[in-house]
């Protein structure tokens, strides 16, 4: 697969990121696509297309070995596995919280400066946190998360609006 992956860049540098993006987090985002379609094929497309993705955003990569890049990587993964499952299944199911708690998660590292953050950040649903989570820890754009994410603009400033509401409750709670 590297071979395909490579091929499909141009620059020299840019076929040495992916060389060492692959290098360090394939495994990560194989089981990352496996804990969620539990199929071994289904998790290796999953994981071809999330590839695709991240080439088309390389610029957006700085380090290769950072918690940004990590969650980086690991959200697109999940976002790919969880489209390529509801598209297999074709049924209207309720997704179980082991995906809405995936152990991946970079609200799991201590990346954050306190420890309520962490926690309030992880209370949130997955589909607000990882919206803040992209604008602030990777500071990308509302048009670039919805490219990622493949969302429309509006529903991430939504989602990026509901999310900081809930976070500002929270902070009001605790007060």
Known sequence: MLCLLTAMVDSPEDKRKIEQLYEKYHRLMFSVAFQILRHKEDAED??????ERIIKNLNKIDEIDCKKTKSFLVIITERISIDHYRKKSRREEVFSASLEESPYFITREKDFETIETMEWLRSLPK??????????????????IAEILGLKQNSVASRLSRGRKMLAEKGDDVT
């Open 127 to 144: 589909k607000y946190s990882e919206v803040l989570i992209l604008y602030y820890v990777n500071g990308l754009s509302l048009k670039e």
């Open 46 to 51: 999953a994981v071809f297309h999330a590839w």
